[in-house]
C-alpha cells in the first residue's frame, strides 16, 4: 500500500476529549486509513510531526464566511488558525433565499455590507440555487449552511415592518424554511436584535421553528439581549427551542455584555444546566476576546430601521428625529440592548468605514473622535458617520468581564467559534480593521487559555473545537481523529501556537499552526497557505 500521506511522530490529540497520545497516522483518497504506533509503508508525502500535535481539523461553528465566499474562496483568516468547516448563515443572516419581490432591498443590504469596489452577484434566488453556485465556486474548507431567518422575513414576511406577519406571510415564510432544509440546511439561525429580525415575537419565530423541529434539525441563534436583559434573552431562546420542539438549539456568541451586567452568566449558564437537565440539548459558542462586533447602526432604536437603509439614512437627516433617538438612547427608553448607555462611547470603536472621510478614525473610540473632530457630542459623531458611510460601518465593543469569559469558556456546555469571516492581509478583503478574531480565535484559545492561563486543558479544547461541534452538527465522519473519518487535520506546535491579530492591527495571521488538511489535501504547508481548494459544501 502506497499512502497519499504519512504523519509521523506527532502526538494525537482526537477530539473526544481524551488525553493525548504517540502514534502515526496514513490518509489515502481523502480519507483517515491508518492510525498504528509505527506506520513505515511508503507514501507520497511524509510528514515528520515530532514535538507538533495532530488533531482534528478545527470545526468553527458559528461563522459569517458565506458572505465573503463570493470576494474569496480561500478564506485565508480562517483556514490559517486550523478551521477546516465552518457552519455559515448565522445570526440570521444568509445569502439566500431571495424573491424577486424584494430583490433591490436584499441586494442594497448585500452591497451595504461588501468592501468597496467589490459587488456581489446575486445570480440564485432559491436556498437549493444558491447551494449549487456554491459548489460551482469551490472553497478552501468544508461549509455547513444554516438559512437566515432575515433572509426569509425579508423574502417572504412582513420584512423591514414592525408588525406580525399575516398568516398568508407565516406560511410564505415556513415555505421558504422548508425549501432550505429540504435543500440540506442544517438548521436555522437568527439574530434578534437585527432589523428586521428585531421586529419578530417570540411566537413568529416559534411557528419558524417548527418546520426546523419537523426536519429534525437545530435552531442557533444570537439571542435578543446579551446585556441587562441577557437572563430573559436565554429564556426566550429556550421558550422557542422548547416549544417548537427542536432537537437542539445553539446560543450564539455568547456572553454578559456592559460591566452593569458582568456575572449574569452565572445565572444564564445554571438556566442552560437546567434545560439539558429536562432533556433539551443546549450548548452555546463563545470567541476568546473581551471586545464584540457588530455594525454601528445597530446601536439605533427598532423604529429607526424600520423600511431598510434608505429610510434609516432619511431619518437621520431629519435634526427632530436625531434629537429623539438621542433622548430615547440616553434615558434608555428603547427596549432593545442599548450599547451607548452601557457600554458607553469610549467603549465603541470604529472597524471600518467605506469612504475616505472617516478613514483616519478607523481603529478608534466614538468619544475619542468626538474630540480630535471637535463635534458637539459624542451623538453627533454616531449620526455623521453613519449619515456620510451610509451605514456601511463596522465597530467593536469593549463589553466583556475575565470572570464571565472564564465561567464561558470552562462550561461543559460551550465551543470555540470566531463569529468572523475569512478575510487577508491583501486585495478588497484587506479592508478596514476587523476584529482580531477573524485570524485569531481557534490559537488565542490554544496559546493563551490553555498554555499560559491553564483554563483548559489540551484536549477539553480541542473537544469544543471538533469533536463536540460535529456531534451538534451531526456531522458525518468529521470531528475525530479516526480510522475511516475524513482526512480533516490540523497539525500544531503547541509551545509555539498563538493568535497575531490585535485590534490596533488585526490582518495578521496566526502563528504556530503548521499544517492544515482538508479532505486529505494539505492546504496549509509549513505555515504557507497553498492555492488548493478542497472543502465541500456539507448537506445534511
Ligand atoms: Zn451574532
New binding site residues.
Given amino acids: 500500500m502506497v499512502y497519499d500521506i504519512v504523519i509521523n511522530n506527532g502526538r494525537i490529540v482526537d477530539g473526544t476529549g481524551n488525553p493525548p497520545y504517540l502514534s502515526d497516522l496514513a490518509i489515502k483518497e481523502g480519507k483517515i486509513t491508518k492510525i498504528k504506533k509505527v506506520i513505515s509503508d511508503k507514501a507520497t508525502i511524509v510528514i515528520d510531526a515530532k514535538g507538533l500535535i495532530i488533531a482534528p481539523g478545527f470545526i468553527d461553528i458559528?461563522s459569517h464566511s458565506d458572505s465573503n465566499i463570493p470576494i474569496s474562496n480561500k478564506l485565508e483568516s480562517m483556514i490559517t488558525q486550523g478551521i477546516t468547516t465552518a457552519a455559515v448563515g448565522?445570526?440570521g443572516i444568509s445569502l439566500a433565499p431571495i424573491s424577486d419581490e424584494t430583490f433591490d432591498l436584499f441586494k442594497k443590504e448585500v452591497d451595504m455590507w461588501s468592501p468597496p469596489g467589490v459587488e456581489i452577484d446575486l445570480s440564485w434566488r432559491s436556498f437549493e440555487d444558491y447551494l449549487k453556485e456554491l459548489e460551482k465556486g469551490k472553497c478552501s474548507m468544508n461549509i455547513v449552511p444554516f438559512v437566515g431567518f432575515g433572509a426569509i422575513r425579508l423574502a417572504g414576511g412582513p420584512g423591514y415592518e414592525d408588525r406580525p406577519p399575516t398568516s398568508e406571510e407565516l406560511i410564505k415564510m415556513q415555505s421558504y424554511v422548508e425549501e432550505a432544509l429540504q435543500s440540506g440546511a442544517f438548521g436555522m439561525s437568527t439574530?434578534l436584535i437585527y432589523s428586521p429580525q428585531v421586529y419578530a415575537k417570540t411566537d413568529e419565530v416559534i411557528e419558524l421553528a417548527k418546520i426546523v423541529a419537523k426536519y429534525n434539525r437545530i435552531y442557533f441563534s444570537?439571542i435578543r439581549d446579551e446585556g441587562a436583559k441577557v437572563v430573559k434573552a436565554v429564556e426566550e431562546f429556550i421558550r422557542i427551542v422548547e416549544a417548537s420542539g427542536c432537537k437542539s438549539g445553539q446560543i450564539?456568541?455568547h456572553k454578559a455584555s456592559g460591566i452593569t451586567n458582568w456575572g449574569l452568566s452565572k445565572k444564564t449558564l445554571q438556566i442552560i444546566h437546567e434545560a439539558n437537565q429536562r432533556g433539551l440539548d443546549i450548548t452555546c459558542d463563545q470567541y476568546p476576546y473581551n471586545r464584540s462586533m457588530?455594525s454601528l447602526i445597530t446601536i439605533l432604536p427598532p423604529w429607526v430601521h424600520v423600511g431598510g437603509i434608505e429610510s434609516i439614512l432619511e431619518r437621520l437627516d431629519d435634526a427632530k428625529n436625531r434629537e429623539k433617538i438621542k433622548n430615547e438612547m440616553e434615558e434608555g427608553l428603547t427596549d432593545q440592548e442599548n450599547f451607548a448607555k452601557h457600554q458607553g462611547f469610549e467603549n465603541i470603536f470604529i472597524a471600518s468605514v467605506k469612504t475616505d472621510k472617516w478613514l483616519d478614525i478607523e481603529g478608534k473610540s466614538i468619544a475619542e473622535i468626538t474630540k480630535i473632530r471637535n463635534l458637539k457630542d459624542d451623538y453627533e459623531t454616531l449620526f455623521s458617520i453613519i449619515s456620510d458611510e451610509k451605514g456601511a460601518v463596522w465597530i467593536t465593543i469593549e463589553s466583556m468581564g475575565e470572570e464571565d469569559i472564564k465561567r464561558i469558556m470552562t462550561s461543559e456546555y460551550s465551543m470555540v467559534s470566531t463569529?468572523g469571516s475569512g478575510v487577508s492581509p491583501e486585495g478588497p478583503l484587506s479592508h478596514g480593521k476587523p476584529h482580531p478574531r477573524f485570524y485569531g480565535t481557534f490559537p488565542r484559545v490554544l496559546g493563551k487559555f490553555v498554555r499560559e492561563e491553564k483554563w483548559l486543558s489540551l484536549e477539553e479544547a480541542i473537544w469544543k473545537m471538533t469533536g463536540f461541534p460535529a456531534k451538534k452538527l451531526d456531522l458525518e465522519e468529521r470531528g475525530l481523529i479516526k480510522e475511516n473519518y475524513w482526512a480533516d487535520i490540523v497539525i500544531f506546535d503547541p509551545e509555539t501556537v498563538k493568535d497575531e491579530a490585535t485590534y490596533e492591527e488585526p490582518h495578521r495571521f496566526s502563528t504556530g499552526i503548521d499544517y492544515v488538511i482538508v479532505n486529505g489535501k494539505i492546504t496549509v504547508e509549513k505555515g504557507k497557505l497553498q492555492e488548493v481548494l478542497e472543502g465541500k459544501i456539507l448537506r445534511i
Fill in positions: 458559528h448565522q445570526c439574530g444570537h450564539a456568541h457588530t463569529d
